[in-house]
């Protein structure tokens, strides 16, 4: 089954520990993408990636990184997490030249405290 | 500032009524406008997109009509249907910041039976 999925679901964890949410994919999608959503906001990108070592920040990156290995995984990376990062978050993929049709992720809803 | 996607947060409407779900924005520099539809617990789906030099596209029991004029978008669901209830959200891509996404508040519709 064509899919992106994340891990874990759910992570509730304190400030300041390190923390990785991993995102795959296996539609050998070039572009990949991090989003926070939070009430009232919409989501909003963090980071995205257009292929294997090729990342470039959204609109918030502040206080995440990312990295592209692989082409199938995306991992999202909280060196120092803070509670303003508690949130919703979502991976998603897409063909080249096909950025608009992005595949979603289940989600990872992380509690900072 | 420049405002993205501002929704109406809120739609009612009966089965096998028409849906019309609107987006206002304020930046002139997208090159696509693409509606995602989110149902409780996933993440967005893509629906169908439309490139800034369009006036109207159609899907399958969709469409989404373009007034750059006023800056209005707007996403029509003909005869809606119980599964149509979720949140709808308009997002842009702006040429100028490569292939990043700008994701409104959205509309939550909700369909009676």
């Known amino acids: 089954e064509a899919q992106v999925t994340q891990n874990p679901r759910y992570l509730i964890t304190v400030t300041g520990k390190k923390l990785t949410v991993t995102c795959s994919q296996n539609m050998n999608h070039e572009y990949m993408s991090w989003y926070r959503q939070d009430p009232g906001l919409g989501l909003r990108q963090i980071y995205y990636?257009?292929?294997?070592?090729?990342?470039d920040k959204g609109d918030v990156p502040e206080g995440y990184k990312v990295s592209r290995k692989e082409k199938r995984n995306f991992p999202l990376i909280l060196e120092s997490p803070s509670p303003n990062q508690t949130s919703l978050y979502f991976c998603?993929?897409?063909?080249?030249?096909?950025?608009?049709?992005?595949?979603f992720g289940p989600g990872t809803r992380l509690t900072v405290l | 500032g420049e405002s993205v996607g501002l929704h109406l947060p809120t739609l009612s409407v009966q089965e096998g009524d028409n849906s019309i779900i609107n987006c206002a924005y304020s930046?002139?520099?997208?090159?696509?406008f693409i509606w995602y539809k989110q149902e409780s617990g996933k993440g967005p789906q893509f629906i169908i997109d439309?490139?800034?030099?369009?006036d109207k596209r159609q899907g399958q029991r969709v469409t989404v009509l373009l007034n750059k004029t006023v800056k209005h978008l707007s996403l029509q669901i003909a005869a809606t249907q119980p599964g149509d209830s979720a949140v709808y959200f308009c997002?842009?891509?702006?040429?100028?910041?490569?292939?990043?996404?700008?994701f409104g508040t959205g509309t939550s519709l909700t369909v009676i039976p």
């Open positions: 930046n002139s520099a997208s090159d696509y």
């Open positions: 990636s257009m292929n294997v070592e090729v990342t």
């Open positions: 439309i490139r800034s030099n369009m």
């Open positions: 998603a993929s897409s063909l080249l030249g096909h950025y608009n049709e992005q595949f």
């Open positions: 997002a842009e891509k702006r040429w100028h910041t490569g292939n990043q996404f700008y």
